[in-house]
């Protein structure tokens, strides 16, 4: 059974920076899609990055561009999200998914296309 575990969230002063680990069991990472997402309450689940595993092309939303950085280890059968430079406004539950390997550019990934969500992992960016 495909499962996805978010973790490495937590609070941080803006302009720090945290990254997120999206461990991956029951699958190999092998060639497919992983996605981060974030959704705060009330609001659509916001597409941030993603990553296809096997060729590694990456996708950003604009919003992000040039602060985070995602990567993948295939031998730990994770993806990691490093977040640079936050702001009160990345503030979200992060979420990560699983998809097919694709052109998401160049506004990052959709979460219409993604599925298998993880739990979630809380990022507060306060001061």
């Not at 990472?29 to 092309?57: H, M």
């Amino acid at each position: 059974q495909a499962r996805l575990v978010e973790s490495g969230g937590g609070l941080v002063q803006p302009g720090g920076s945290l990254r997120l680990s999206c461990a991956a069991s029951g699958f190999s990472l092998g060639y497919l899609a992983i996605g981060w997402f974030r959704q705060a309450p009330g609001k659509e689940r916001e597409g941030v990055s993603c990553i296809n595993t096997g060729d590694g092309r990456t996708f950003y939303a604009d919003s992000v561009k040039g602060r985070f950085t995602i990567s993948r280890d295939n031998a730990k059968n994770t993806v990691y999200l490093q977040m640079n430079s936050l702001k009160p406004e990345d503030t979200d539950v992060y979420y990560c998914g699983l998809g097919r390997p694709g052109d998401y550019g160049p506004v990052g990934p959709r979460a219409a296309d993604f599925g298998d969500w993880g739990q979630g992992t809380q990022v507060t960016v306060s001061s």
